[in-house]
């Protein structure tokens, strides 16, 4: 079976996670570019939040027991912050301080989430998984990403099955809102892609 393990699928996403926020920061002055690049990120975390939350909660709790248990329950309220977060920012407007400060507290919350996921969680996890069973993970959390909801939803449940089907019921309503919302251009995304290399 070929493709990323889980960890790696994660790490991905953290990273580019990052690369939006970097994005944002070069685009201070230009409240369009950095609403654009803000409601990418939006459109990555809650994504990200919602397929670890379906995924890899669940793994973590099935193969690692009550400390698994512990972990996907410090990972969900530390979600549900982050969230909170995010579903306040589509109130503010790009280019003002307080859009600034709520973009700078969403990412002073997921790097050390995401740090505790990458050197805690995962490897300890990915044992039990196996090179195979991590793969076929990836698999599930990348494709449950296309389904799920793409924006915050802190009133929302964060555990499978009521999840599941939250997100689902969800996730055509944030799409169409998607239609109607500014991300990045492509010429924008191809600077970011030629700053990375």
């Not at 990200?48 to 996907?72: C, D, F, N, S, T």
């Not at 490897?123 to 991590?134: F, I, N, R, T």
């Not at 076929?136 to 296309?146: E, H, L, N, V």
Request: charged share 30%; net charge negative.
């Amino acid at each position: 079976m070929a493709g990323k393990t889980l960890t790696e699928a994660i790490k991905d996403d953290h990273q580019e996670m990052y690369e939006y926020h970097d994005a944002y920061k070069a685009a201070a002055g230009d409240p369009d570019a950095q609403a654009r690049w803000a409601r990418q990120l939006t459109w990555e975390v809650a994504r990200h939040a919602v397929g670890e939350e379906i995924v890899v909660y669940p793994l973590m709790e099935k193969h690692l027991g009550e400390k698994g248990r512990q972990l996907a329950d410090h990972d969900r309220a530390e979600h549900q912050k982050v969230k909170e977060y995010l579903y306040d920012l589509e109130s503010l407007t790009a280019g003002t301080a307080d859009y600034d400060k709520v973009i700078t507290q969403v990412m002073d919350h997921l790097h050390p989430h995401n740090d505790d996921e990458e050197l805690t969680d995962l490897p300890l996890l990915e044992p039990c998984l196996g090179e195979e069973g991590s793969k076929a993970a990836a698999a599930d959390f990348k494709r449950t990403k296309k389904f799920v909801p793409t924006r915050a939803h802190p009133s929302a449940p964060n555990q499978p099955p009521s999840e599941t089907l939250v997100a689902f019921l969800t996730a055509p309503i944030d799409k169409l809102k998607d239609e109607f919302a500014k991300f990045p251009t492509e010429e924008m995304k191809e600077e970011l892609k030629q700053s990375r290399q």
